[in-house]
């Protein structure tokens, strides 16, 4: 385990230098992502200012839920660049490099780079958040700080998890299929809102097959102080952000059958 955690020190290392080297041009890309999700805040702005509420949803408690949302994907997709470049890996015969050193490709890949650059939308999220709870005037008591942790740990796991299975298909179709982002990015947009602004077949797909509603939706309740218009038990808010390890675990295993598939280039 030890040297696991040496391994990933020393690749995340070495991403961060070498983005480093030009930190005018990392700095004005931050900059540029910060401003490219941060249209994202201000639409959602425009759109309260002029329907008022959402089902019964106030501007404010969906900032909580996009901010909550966003910080988790943020993270995600900062570690989980490695998964999303894999098909351009296999297509060029790099991946047989990974296969021949003495660690499990998935945490060389998980390892491979920290992009600095997702700093922009970890912070406009933070903001949607800090504004959101200011705005409802809650109060941050430790139970409520460990589970808005718990959450964020949770949806990250579940996204870094919906990203490898994107690279698993690599294995059999030597691209990530883009279809895949109807489940990542599209699941991110979708669960920036309450989940009961949706019909029931599109609930029940983003609880049971991609449950993004267990990590992303009933925590921001039990935070909101706020009863499940759907019915759910205020325990569920605390329990369900296990569904991220988990269907991450799931995914990783996943993973190593395509492993088990996969025939070298010859590279």
């Known amino acids: 385990m030890r040297d696991a955690l040496?391994?990933?020190?020393?690749?995340?290392?070495?991403?961060?230098?070498?983005?480093?080297?030009?930190?005018?041009?990392?700095?004005?890309?931050?900059?540029?992502?910060?401003?490219?999700?941060?249209?994202?805040?201000?639409?959602?702005?425009?759109?309260?200012?002029?329907?008022?509420?959402?089902?019964?949803?106030?501007?404010?408690e969906v900032a909580v839920f996009y901010g909550l949302t966003n910080v988790?994907?943020?993270?995600?997709?900062?570690?989980?660049?490695?998964?999303?470049?894999?098909?351009?890996?296999?297509?060029?015969?790099?991946?047989?490099?990974?296969?021949?050193?003495?660690?499990?490709?998935s945490l060389q890949l998980a390892a491979q780079e920290l992009t600095l650059r997702r700093a922009g939308r970890l912070a406009q999220a933070l903001v949607a958040l800090g504004a959101g709870t200011i705005w409802l005037g809650l109060r941050w008591t430790v139970l409520k700080l460990a589970l808005?942790?718990?959450?964020?740990?949770?949806?990250?796991?579940?996204?870094?998890?919906?990203?490898?299975?994107?690279?698993?298909?690599?294995f059999w179709t030597t691209e990530s299929l883009e279809v895949m982002n109807t489940m990542?990015?599209?699941?991110?947009?979708?669960?920036?809102?309450?989940?009961?602004?949706?019909?029931?077949?599109?609930?029940?797909?983003?609880?049971y097959l991609v449950?993004?509603?267990?990590?992303?939706?009933?925590?921001?309740?039990?935070?909101l102080e706020r009863a499940d218009p759907l019915g759910g038990p205020t325990w569920l808010g605390w329990l369900s952000p296990l569904v991220g390890p988990a269907f991450c675990g799931a995914a990783l295993l996943l993973w190593r059958m395509g492993e088990r598939h996969y025939r070298s280039t010859g590279s």
Do not use: N
């Open 184 to 207: 990542t990015y599209a699941g991110v947009q979708a669960f920036q809102y309450p989940v009961t602004i949706y019909d029931d077949w599109f609930r029940k797909l983003f609880t």
């Open 72 to 105: 988790a994907f943020s993270l995600a997709d900062a570690v989980g660049t490695g998964f999303d470049r894999f098909g351009a890996l296999v297509k060029s015969g790099g991946f047989d490099r990974l296969l021949l050193r003495p660690r499990s490709t």
């Open 148 to 170: 808005a942790t718990f959450a964020v740990a949770g949806a990250a796991c579940l996204f870094v998890g919906l990203l490898i299975i994107q690279a698993t298909l690599a």
């Open 211 to 223: 449950p993004l509603a267990l990590t992303c939706y009933y925590p921001v309740l039990v935070i």
């Open 6 to 60: 040496g391994l990933v020190a020393s690749y995340i290392g070495a991403s961060v230098r070498s983005q480093m080297q030009y930190k005018t041009s990392m700095a004005l890309l931050t900059l540029a992502h910060l401003l490219s999700t941060g249209i994202e805040l201000l639409g959602l702005a425009v759109l309260f200012d002029h329907f008022g509420q959402l089902r019964g949803w106030g501007l404010a």
